[in-house]
């Protein structure tokens, strides 16, 4: 699949303005990386004051009440990491991280790396990049759902292109061996046609002798 360079340049302009950029712009900034520290150092504070809590038999009153206070704001911090996770990850329902024209542009180098280092790439179609030219030519926003899935027809044909390779240097070799037996063989019926022809020489000239 050929793509026009206006449409290609229209689609990251429009990835790069994109709602869900912003998005991922803000979750990939400093702030929000200390957003997160914070969120996991108080993490880990709850869980040994949850510890030594419930280590006491007679736990105070001040520390009743911390704890009692302390479980929204960890459960606020609990909720972000998992949602940062499962955002970055592309595993929400819609909302994940959308593919920067940065990322965009590596993700096809890298594809016409791995298809051009391959023993027997696919003469007409290379369906993960061809995925992603779908992508462009239907102006869907790419996020890391779409770079999984292109990914993952990356490896089917780097295993098919492999299992060929396979295939074709043990029929090469079966080859070989098939050879090697037949010439052996012809070898073989060459030494006993000329032992055949030296006993027959042999006899005759005994018999003349005789």
């Known amino acids: 699949m050929i793509l026009d ?6 689609y990251l302009k429009k990835q790069a ?14 702030s929000a990386a200390c ?23 007679h736990p105070s009153a001040q520390l009743t009440e911390f704890m009692m206070l302390a479980v929204y704001p960890a459960s606020f911090s609990a909720i972000l990491l998992t949602f940062t996770l499962l955002f970055f990850s592309g595993w929400l329902p819609r909302y994940n991280a959308m593919m920067s024209v940065d990322d965009i542009q590596r993700i096809y180098a890298s594809l016409n790396r791995e ?8 003469a007409d179609e290379r369906p993960a990049i061809d ?16 770079l999984r899935r292109a990914r993952q027809l990356m490896h089917r044909d780097t295993k098919a292109d492999d299992l060929r390779a396979r295939s074709i240097s043990a029929a090469s070799e079966l080859l070989k061996v098939s050879q090697s ?3 052996s063989t012809q070898a073989q019926e060459n030494d006993d046609k000329h032992i055949s022809e030296v006993s027959g020489n042999i006899a005759l000239v005994n018999k003349n002798e005789t």
């Open 5 to 10: 360079t206006t449409d290609v340049e229209l």
């Open 17 to 30: 303005t994109c709602p869900r950029m912003k998005l991922t712009n803000f979750m990939e900034s400093y």
């Open 35 to 57: 957003l997160y520290t914070i969120a996991i150092v108080f993490l880990l504070l709850y869980a040994i004051m949850q510890f030594l809590y419930r280590s006491e038999a």
């Open 115 to 122: 298809y051009g280092e391959m023993h027997y790439p696919p």
């Open 131 to 146: 995925y992603l030219n779908t992508l462009i030519e239907t102006a869907i926003p790419m996020d890391v759902t779409h």
């Open 181 to 183: 037996i037949v010439i």
